[in-house]
């Protein structure tokens, strides 16, 4: 099994569409949880922290599920501009990061 | 300006040509790391360094050497490349710590003939 697993989609949506990404992660003791976004061929940016209580930056909300050992990226409005590929990243322990393989996103008009 | 360099940006090169790409960061980050990226595998750590002279193999290590001399470089060595190395690789960098983010490189799209 693999450390940290997303669907790879594509996820194809329209513009103005909520869609949201999850992402397993199979070590209990994780300690910290990331989304980074990835444009084609560029490097990682950080999207967003995940926090337990849940949190959310204008059109994107995370959220963590301990207990299920998951995390959820969700983005309402959906732009053009937010066509990318989402990575989920855990830090497992001591800045051990493991990247999932990432989910892709196209938006279309 | 805060940032991580990694250079060269593309690399062609054939099987056996020893090669350096370098990594350099300006934010006197401790946590210094290099990856690989291929399809359908996402990132996967090559080797990493928490500190000067302190340098730890990752998951794909092998063909790969690395050192930390200086606290700002961390160069990636291939002593004998082969064409399973080809690969895009990132390089980063980040506080220790488990809350912080790691700033990545710009990349290097490596070629192996």
């Known amino acids: 099994r693999k450390e940290v697993e997303q669907d790879p989609g594509p996820f194809n949506v329209p513009e103005g569409a909520t869609v949201a990404f999850n992402c397993t992660y199979s070590?209990?003791?994780?300690?910290?949880f990331f989304w980074y976004r990835q444009d084609c061929r560029k490097e990682p940016k950080l999207l967003m922290s995940?926090?337990?209580s849940g949190n959310e930056d204008g059109r994107f909300t995370a959220q963590l599920n301990r207990a299920s050992q998951y995390i959820s990226l969700l983005i309402r409005d959906s732009k053009l501009s937010d066509s990318a590929t989402y990575l989920c990243?855990?830090?497992?322990?001591?800045?051990?990061?493991?990247f999932g393989a990432g989910t892709r996103l196209t938006v279309k008009p | 300006e805060a940032q991580v360099t990694q250079n060269p940006r593309y690399l062609i090169t054939v099987t056996g040509k020893k090669l350096t790409v370098t990594c350099s960061q300006n934010?006197?980050?401790?946590?210094m790391s290099w990856y690989r990226q291929d399809p359908g595998l996402g990132l996967r750590q090559i080797y990493y360094?928490?500190?000067?002279?302190?340098?730890d193999k990752g998951d794909v290590p092998e063909g790969y050497k690395v050192s930390r001399k200086e606290k700002r470089n961390f160069p990636l060595i291939l002593e004998s490349p082969s064409p399973n190395q080809t690969s895009l690789y990132f390089c980063?960098?980040?506080?220790?710590?488990?809350?912080?983010?790691?700033?990545f490189g710009s990349g290097t799209q490596l070629s192996v003939l």
């Open positions: 980063a960098s980040s506080f220790l710590g488990v809350d912080e983010k790691l700033f």
């Open positions: 070590n209990s003791a994780s300690q910290s």
């Open positions: 934010m006197n980050h401790e946590y």
């Open positions: 360094s928490m500190n000067v002279e302190v340098t």
């Open positions: 990243v855990v830090n497992m322990k001591n800045n051990d990061m493991r």
């Open positions: 995940v926090y337990s």
